[in-house]
């Protein structure tokens, strides 16, 4: 498994299978350079504050499954 399918399966997985069940989305957009680019999709993608702590907690948890990534970044 390449490094962007790693990220997209713990995001999806084991990190926030939640946020899915709640009609939102993460779409893993690229990983390179320790930064993992994604796009939220759903109720979560309109709203500043949701983003901001969405990502945060998504990130630190990110980082323990796929060490690799030291940054979780949210694309327009």
């Known amino acids: 498994m390449n490094l ?25 957009l690229e990983v390179e ?10 109720v979560c993608a309109g709203c500043p ?7 945060t907690s998504l990130e630190d948890e990110l980082r323990k499954k796929v060490p690799e990534v030291v940054i979780l970044e949210v694309a327009p």
Request: hydrophobic share 50%; glycine share 10%; no cysteine.
């Open 49 to 55: 504050a949701t983003i901001m702590t969405v990502i």
């Open 33 to 42: 350079n320790g930064i993992a680019s994604v796009r939220l999709t759903g």
């Open 4 to 28: 962007k399918d790693r990220v997209e399966h713990a995001l999806k997985h084991e990190i926030a299978p939640a946020l899915l069940l709640d009609g939102n989305g993460i779409e893993v």
